[in-house]
C-alpha cells in the first residue's frame, strides 16, 4: 500500500486548532439547541445585490468557461485602482493576479518566496491558517510572541532574535485578526529595517484595511526599499461580504513574481470564474460605498459589543481598532480559554473562539466575531459578561 507523503500529514498539526468549539456548537445547534455564533468571521447578510445581479448578468450571457489565470484585464485594473490609493504605492495591473479568496494568494506568496526547509517569521496572533499554510509551502514557520501589554505590538528586537541564516520571510497582518490592532508606524518601519537589513521577503496581509476605526491603515509597501520585496494579499470577502465568493488577488512585487504566481494557478486553480470575475469588477466599480457601508456597521457593532461587555467586573476587553472582532482576555480569571469557552457554550449557547487558537500570545483570551444581528451580538455579549463575573476554575 503506497504511503501518503509525510508533507501533506504535516500540513495541520495538533488535535483541536480551536475549531472544535465551533463543532460542537453546530452539533448542539442540529439537536434544537439556539445558539449564537461568534466563532467566525463571516458575515450574517448576503453580499449587496448589485454584485449578485452582475453574477447573475454573466451566467445569464454565458460566461461560464475557463477563467484568466491573470485575471481579466478590467478587473486588474479596477484592483490596481483601489490598491494604489489604500497601498500608498503606485500598482501596476501586470503585477496584479486574481486568486481563489485571500487565502490562496497567501499560499502563492509563500511558495513563491519559500525554498523547501526556509523559515518563515510569523508574528503573533495570527489568522488560524498562517502556519499550516507555511508547512504546505514547504516552509518552517517560525512564531514570534506580542504581548497584550504592548497592544499586541511587535518588538523588533524580538523579532531580530528570531532571524536566522535560513530565514527568507516574514509573515504579518495589519489590521490584524484576531486582536483588532493597527501596527504604527514605527512597528512596521521596525519590520521594514529587517526585511532590508536581512534581505527578506515581506508578506504583508491587508484583507481588513477597509474596516479601520481609530487611526489609520500604513502598508508596508509604502516604506522606502520595501515596495520591491513585498507581496500584498488583499480580497473581497471581509470588505465586500462576499467570503463564499473566493474572491481575492496578490500584489506581487514584480513581473517574474507574478508570472511565478500565474504558473502555480496554471498547475492548481486555472484561474477564478468569469462570472465571479465580472461579480468582482462591479463591486469595485461601485467605489467605496458598499466598503464604507460594511465597515460602518461594524464600527457601531464595535462599539455596542464593547459597551455591553464593560458591564462585567472581571473582563479585560481589547477594544479593536480595526477589523470585525473583540478580543476579551480572561487571564485574571480563567488562564485555560478553551475550558471557558466549552463550558460557556454549554451553559449559555454562546460560542466563542479559544485565543489559542491564534497562537500563544492569546493564550488565556477568548475572540468573538461581530458577525450576528446587533439584538443577538448585545444579547450574546450580555451573557459573556454575566457568565466572567460568576466563573470559578474550580
Not at 72 to 84: D, M, S
Not at 348 to 358: I, L, N, Q, W, Y
Request: charged share 20%; proline share 6%; with cysteine.
Amino acid at each position: 500500500m503506497p504511503t501518503l507523503s509525510p508533507r501533506i500529514q504535516t500540513i495541520v498539526t495538533g488535535d483541536d486548532d480551536g475549531w472544535g468549539v465551533q463543532g460542537r456548537a453546530q452539533a448542539m445547534a442540529r439537536e434544537g439547541r439556539e445558539i449564537i455564533l461568534l466563532t467566525m468571521g463571516d458575515h450574517d447578510f448576503p453580499t449587496a445585490k448589485p454584485i449578485r445581479e452582475a453574477c447573475a448578468a454573466a451566467l445569464a450571457t454565458g460566461r461560464t468557461g475557463y477563467g484568466s489565470i491573470h485575471g481579466i484585464a478590467p478587473l486588474r485594473k479596477n484592483i490596481a485602482r483601489r490598491g494604489t490609493a489604500v497601498h500608498g504605492v503606485e500598482i501596476d495591473p501586470d503585477l496584479v493576479v486574481v486568486s481563489m479568496g485571500g487565502q490562496a494568494a497567501l499560499f502563492a506568496a509563500a511558495f513563491a518566496a519559500l525554498d523547501p526547509g526556509d523559515e518563515a517569521i510569523v508574528i503573533e496572533p495570527y489568522y488560524a491558517t498562517y502556519e499550516q499554510t507555511i508547512r504546505a509551502a514547504g516552509g518552517l514557520p517560525v512564531t514570534v510572541t506580542t504581548s497584550a501589554d504592548r497592544h499586541f505590538q511587535p518588538d523588533p528586537d524580538t523579532l531580530r532574535a528570531a532571524i536566522t541564516p535560513r530565514t527568507r520571510m516574514i509573515l504579518c497582518n495589519s489590521p490584524n485578526n484576531p486582536s483588532g490592532v493597527v501596527y504604527t508606524r514605527e512597528t512596521l518601519e521596525g519590520i521594514a529595517a529587517l526585511c532590508i537589513e536581512h534581505d527578506l521577503w515581506l508578506v504583508s496581509d491587508e484583507v481588513y484595511h477597509s474596516q479601520v476605526y481609530d487611526g489609520a491603515h500604513l502598508s508596508p509597501a509604502s516604506l522606502p526599499g520595501m515596495r520591491e520585496r513585498t507581496f500584498i494579499v488583499d480580497s473581497m470577502s471581509k470588505s465586500h461580504a462576499m467570503t463564499g465568493w473566493r474572491s481575492g488577488w496578490l500584489i506581487c512585487p514584480n513581473a517574474r513574481a507574478a508570472a511565478g504566481v500565474m504558473d502555480l494557478f496554471l498547475t492548481s486553480a486555472y484561474g477564478v470564474a468569469p462570472f465571479i470575475q465580472l461579480a468582482m469588477r462591479a463591486a469595485l466599480a461601485g467605489g467605496k460605498g458598499p466598503e464604507y457601508e460594511i465597515a460602518e456597521k461594524y464600527r457601531f457593532r464595535r462599539d455596542r459589543a464593547v459597551e455591553t461587555l464593560a458591564a462585567s467586573t472581571r473582563l479585560t476587553v481589547l477594544a479593536p481598532e480595526a477589523a470585525m472582532y473583540v478580543l476579551i482576555d480572561l487571564r485574571a480569571i480563567a488562564p485555560d480559554a478553551e475550558r471557558f469557552a466549552y463550558a460557556l457554550l454549554e451553559e449559555t449557547g454562546v460560542a466563542v473562539m479559544p485565543g489559542d487558537s491564534f497562537g500563544a500570545s492569546t493564550t488565556g483570551h477568548i475572540r468573538i466575531s461581530l458577525t450576528a444581528p446587533e439584538e443577538k451580538l448585545v444579547e450574546a455579549c450580555t451573557l459573556i459578561a454575566g457568565f466572567a463575573d460568576n466563573w470559578s476554575e474550580t
